[in-house]
């Protein structure tokens, strides 16, 4: 498998544009969860779905923040409108829904908003 | 709430001497805990688990941790830290949230090994 793949890698944009990342979870692999990554914050859980259901969106910054996981295979997170403290790197990762079973991480996008 | 503490931003540590990164976690019941390595500009690798069972856990790259339920620790260990072993450590929990499992992590702590 080719593991957690997310796209784009890097994403510069002016402020308040519309921002999609996407997220493609590992085969077989039914949790689904987005983290954001910042100096200031450390990792933040921004949302996580079990079978393709939203779960927990209480890390969700604002309303400008959405996610969509449509099917089992790919998974969205769009800000519109965005704004410059929106700049972080945004990570994707995916696990079996057992308690006991690890994440397996994408290598992010890094979203830098000017 | 579950939920993980890393009291250390940074560790410095000389090549060769043995490391570890401090975690502690407050949970409800019993504790799924994990840690993860991450590397400049990568994401987040799986290094090992505490599921139950023996309270030495072993993982990758010689990395070992130990789970103490009395002091609610779960120390990230190594007995000869190696240069290449700089980076950026995060200790998680996951456990029962609304209707899943969701997976939380400290904030992360710096290994700095110097030859």
């Known amino acids: 498998d080719a593991g957690v793949i997310q796209s784009p890698r890097h994403e510069v944009t002016e402020m308040g544009q519309e921002v999609t990342l996407r997220c493609k979870p590992i085969s077989g692999h039914n949790s689904l969860f987005w983290y954001r990554q910042t100096m200031m914050r450390g990792l933040e859980l921004l949302i996580y779905f079990n079978n393709n259901v939203p779960i927990d969106d209480s890390g969700m910054p604002e309303d400008r923040f959405s996610a969509k996981m449509p099917n089992a295979s790919f998974s969205t997170l769009k800000i519109q409108p965005s704004e410059p403290r929106d700049s972080a790197v945004y990570f994707c990762?995916?696990?079996?829904?057992?308690?006991?079973?690890?994440?397996?991480f994408g290598q992010g996008t890094r979203l830098t908003v000017v | 709430a579950q939920s993980v503490a890393q009291p250390e931003d940074q560790v410095n540590v000389a090549e060769g001497n043995p490391l570890t990164v401090k975690c502690t976690y407050s949970?409800?019941?019993?504790?799924?805990l994990f840690w993860y390595v991450q590397y400049p500009n990568r994401g987040l690798q799986f290094l090992l688990k505490?599921?139950?069972?023996?309270?030495l856990v072993k993982g990758s790259y010689g990395f070992e941790a130990e789970f103490n339920k009395s002091q609610t620790s779960f120390h990230l260990k190594k007995p000869s830290a190696l240069v290449s072993d700089s980076a950026l450590y995060f200790c998680a929990v996951r456990d029962y949230d609304q209707s899943g499992y969701a997976l939380n992590f400290g904030k992360g702590t710096s290994l700095l090994v110097t030859p």
């Open positions: 949970v409800s019941g019993n504790p799924y």
């Open positions: 990762a995916s696990s079996r829904t057992d308690r006991g079973t690890e994440a397996f």
């Open positions: 505490y599921i139950t069972g023996d309270n």
